[in-house]
């Protein structure tokens, strides 16, 4: 699938993707493909749809906290009594954290494990496919956050063919999925305050937040060749008490009751701390992420591993 940006204004910005699907995430109308998806357990894995459409179109945000729980498994334990700063308040230390995370990001090189598998009806699998790559994610200092750019590579450099199971998309571009509580964008969404919940040995708030469809520039086009929908997307984050940095964050599509063809598409990224020698900054980069998508019944899953992060610096540009 082709890397080139399709516009000069938005270079980078991606989303996950699915079977027979290329997605977008687009900015103010332009966008630029998303090509291409280790542990389920440590991420809460649920084969039980979430439907977009359906009886309720109710947002995350709008729903209450027991009605969540019922919901995503992945909240258990919440204590949504916990007393905590105002919202806003925790929106501003996030969004700063969120900031610093795009505007110290370096370039960097990462092993990547990918696991494909398609899903039976049962939700059982029917087959996988697995793979390593070297993941780069190049930064370009001083522009935007939405200009990193992303590669895959093969073990001597080279851009590295993506072999993927019929039907399926190899997803990529979770470096971005923190960019929704971004400074720049918060005003595009509604938010809400969930509750506490320990999330990978941290105490962190968890927020829901929700695209709102009148001032969003932010956008995800999926395309099959019958069909091609512009979505948003709603979710999770999971924030650090103490440092406000996002620990984990979980998105699906916004309830949408024209979205027929798309019974669900779900990703969850794990970050994880990184240190890098001679940088005093700590960087929490994604560590483990599910894709899961229903497709009118055609059910896929990716999973990745990113491990063995490098500082990356070349100067050959990579051109696919």
Known sequence: MN????????RGIGAPIAALVAAWLGLSGAGRPSAAPLKASSLG?????????GDSLATIVEKKPDQLMRTLPELAGLDAAASHPPLPEILNKAGQ????YFRNFVSTSALEETVQQRLKLNGKVDETYKQKYRYLVISHSGRSPTDLEEYRTDKKGRPAGNTVLRGAVLTLRFSYIPIYLHPDFQSDSNFSYVGQQT?????CYVVGFAQ???????WVK???ESFSYKVLLEGLAWIDASSYQIIRMYTELLPDASVRDIKEQTTEVTFGE????????????????VVYSD???RKFRNYHRYSDYQLYASQTKLIY
């Open 3 to 10: 890397q080139q940006p399709e516009c000069q204004r938005l």
């Open 45 to 53: 894995l649920q084969n039980n749809p979430r439907a977009v459409g």
């Open 97 to 100: 954290s969120v900031g610093a």
């Open 199 to 203: 999330m990978e040995g941290h105490r």
């Open 212 to 218: 709102r469809p009148d001032t969003a520039r932010l």
């Open 222 to 224: 999926l395309t099959e």
């Open 274 to 289: 990184v240190h890098f020698k001679g940088i005093d900054v700590v960087f929490w980069l994604p560590h483990d992420v």
């Open 295 to 297: 497709w009118s019944g």
